[in-house]
């Protein structure tokens, strides 16, 4: 057969825009400082960015980097941070490897389909725990499991 197929798509635009619109809508309510939301597909490629007015420069990087870096390990950037701990140098290497595109830091969370990934969510711009806290709301409400799983609201 000759022709153009179309691709699979695991994390439609749709859903993307719900993720980042939640994460921003709790941010704005939580009254936080104005944030960046990076939204990936599995590949790493990036289905839906958006920004708060007043979001920083480099906000958009970092955020990647949160969602990148996970997808790279397959877990949340809060995991992959608590693994690496005493790893500096693993985490400057990886770091390097992946062109700079990994934080190892909260604020990037996994969204999990039938167990699982399908993307990832960066989100820049308050306390890595409040970042990670958006995240994990937005890919809630776009009606998919997110890891990590439990919402870390030690900064309340």
């Not at 289905?47 to 949160?66: F, L, M, N, P, Y």
């Not at 490897?97 to 909260?106: H, S, T």
Request: net charge negative.
């Amino acid at each position: 057969m000759a022709g153009n197929f179309p691709l699979k798509v695991s994390l439609p635009l749709a859903k993307a825009e719900i993720i980042a619109d939640e994460a921003l809508r709790v941010a704005t309510e939580e009254g936080m400082m104005p944030m960046t939301v990076v939204v990936l597909d599995a590949g790493g490629h990036p289905v839906c960015i958006k920004r708060q007015d007043g979001s920083g420069i480099g906000r958009i990087e970092i955020a990647t980097a949160k969602a990148w870096g996970g997808l790279g390990f397959g877990e949340s950037s809060r995991n992959l941070g608590g693994r690496l701990k005493e790893r500096l140098g693993f985490q400057v290497a990886a770091a390097a490897a992946f062109d700079g595109k990994m934080a190892a830091v909260p604020g990037g969370a996994m969204i999990m389909e039938d167990g699982a990934i399908i993307g990832a969510v960066g989100v820049s711009g308050d306390l890595s725990e409040k970042d990670e806290y958006c995240a994990c709301k937005g890919i809630q409400k776009a009606g998919y499991a997110s890891e990590p799983a439990e919402l870390d609201e030690s900064w309340r």
